[in-house]
């Protein structure tokens, strides 16, 4: 039985379907958001209208309109769309899709695209057993990933696949949304007005995270579980939206200070080495319910932008840290994002990755340079370190006509004061090579 003719068949599935797929949108006018790839000119777009698909790859958080996508490309194909997921797919169904799909090709000459969600699931033997196939032209090929298609995809694949990446969706987009889900209920049999307050709104668009499946289904919640009033209206206030997507609305103190001056506070207090200041902010954080992921984003810009080169070892830190909460969650987690906020805290500081906004302001000032040519590609001139001492050779790398510029500002601390000792060192010789 077709995959995409599955709820014609039983419409009763229909029926009981999610919200959020009953409203999927089947063309790209009905599409929110991605317009970065989904404008009026975009490639993408003309393929999907013209049904020119080639090998794609769409990576994206969830709910960003992935699979949306490939229901609006199996409206505009006249290819055969088949769906496989790579957590529930073997290797013998995946095998025997593509003979489906070369019989079809060879009997009818109709193509066929075939669909993979979740991809990086795949097995590198399942993944491997598509690139004949794509190659010869019996199927081409969609994959559906969360993860970077770089790192979790098999590199063969990825080189013959265009890769389009989609973003959470902006607040705009996702107004559209609640409104099309407001509209939907207005509309049906047993129809109900749907009114929600602006802070509601505001709490559903922040705690959705760009997500429109998760602004759906809570949406969808808190106007279910709601009785009508006397007016038969539903209204939706701030604490009906909190329960309906489990995030409490943040307020820091009694003074209700703002969030993002407790956030920084936080973050200062780690830039000041100060550790009992560090936990007091990280502590008031997670009471009031911040988002731990928040929070390890900020520690992950702390770590390049408050420690760097200082303890490259920071990033390192609180990176695992943050793997190891995503695997063992709360309770227990509060020790990773403790230990990640600590190490920060205790580390040398240094600022100097802040040193490439002032290579950039250089390069938008200089009107005119031109790479050495001992540097330039297939150089007979060229100098190579490797081939000496310490693999180091006084040698210039900056064009001739800043060749005495200073970019990189270091910190005198830890391993970066170590490094740049060691840079000095070496740079009082001043038997360049002959470049020019």
């Known amino acids: 039985m077709d995959s995409e003719n599955l709820f014609t068949n039983f419409p009763q599935l229909e029926n009981n379907a999610p919200l959020a797929d009953k409203l999927r949108p089947k063309n790209l ?9 989904l404008n009026e000119n975009s490639l993408l777009r003309n393929a999907i209208l013209n049904d020119k698909i080639s090998n794609l790859i769409f990576a994206g958080p969830p709910g960003v309109g992935k699979t949306t996508l490939i229901e609006i490309i199996s409206f505009n194909t006249r290819s055969k769309l088949i769906k496989l997921n790579a957590v529930l797919s073997s290797i013998k169904e995946l095998r025997n899709e593509i003979a489906n799909a070369k019989e079809r090709l060879i009997n009818s000459k109709r193509k066929t695209i075939l669909f993979i969600d979740e991809v990086h699931r795949f097995t590198s033997v399942q993944q491997d057993a598509l690139l004949p196939s794509i190659e010869n032209g019996t199927i081409t090929f969609i994959g559906a990933t969360t993860e970077n298609p770089f790192f979790a995809v098999n590199k063969a694949l990825v080189s013959r696949s265009r890769i389009f990446t989609l973003l959470p969706l902006a607040e705009n987009d996702l107004k559209k949304i609640m409104q099309k ?25 922040k705690f959705s995270g760009g997500d429109a499946r998760t602004l759906i289904n809570a949406l969808e919640m808190a106007i279910v579980t709601t009785s009508e009033n006397d007016n ?25 200070q703002n969030h993002y001056d407790i956030v920084s506070a936080f973050i200062k207090s780690i830039r000041g080495s100060d550790p009992d200041a560090t936990l007091f902010w990280l502590a008031n954080m997670l009471e009031a319910g911040e988002d731990p992921n928040f929070i390890f984003r900020r520690l992950l810009i702390s770590a390049c932008e408050d420690i760097g080169i200082a303890d490259p070892n920071a990033i390192v830190v609180v990176k695992s840290c943050c793997d190891a909460f ?27 990755t802040k040193s490439i ?13 031109e790479v050495p040519s001992h540097l330039k590609n297939n150089s007979k001139s060229y100098v190579n370190p490797h081939n000496y001492p310490e693999n180091w050779i006084a040698q210039e790398y900056l064009p001739i006509s800043v060749r005495d510029l200073k970019i990189w500002e270091p910190n005198n601390n830890g391993w970066e004061k170590i490094k740049h000792e060691e840079l000095l060192k070496r740079k009082k010789t001043k038997n360049f090579s002959n470049n020019k």
């Open 29 to 37: 006018e009905e599409f929110f958001g991605q317009q970065s790839i």
């Open 181 to 205: 889900v407001i509209t939907y209920y207005s509309k049906q049999k047993d129809s109900k007005k749907v009114n929600l307050t602006q802070d509601a709104i505001n709490h559903l668009i």
């Open 232 to 256: 038969k209206e539903i209204n939706i206030n701030l604490s009906i939206a909190e329960d309906a997507i489990q995030k409490k609305n943040i307020v820091y103190d009694k003074n209700g």
């Open 326 to 352: 995503d695997r063992v969650g709360f309770p227990e987690g509060l020790y990773f994002l403790t230990q990640a906020s600590l190490y920060l805290s205790l580390s040398p500081k240094s600022k100097s």
């Open 357 to 369: 906004f002032k290579a950039i302001e250089i390069i938008k000032s200089i009107n005119a340079y």
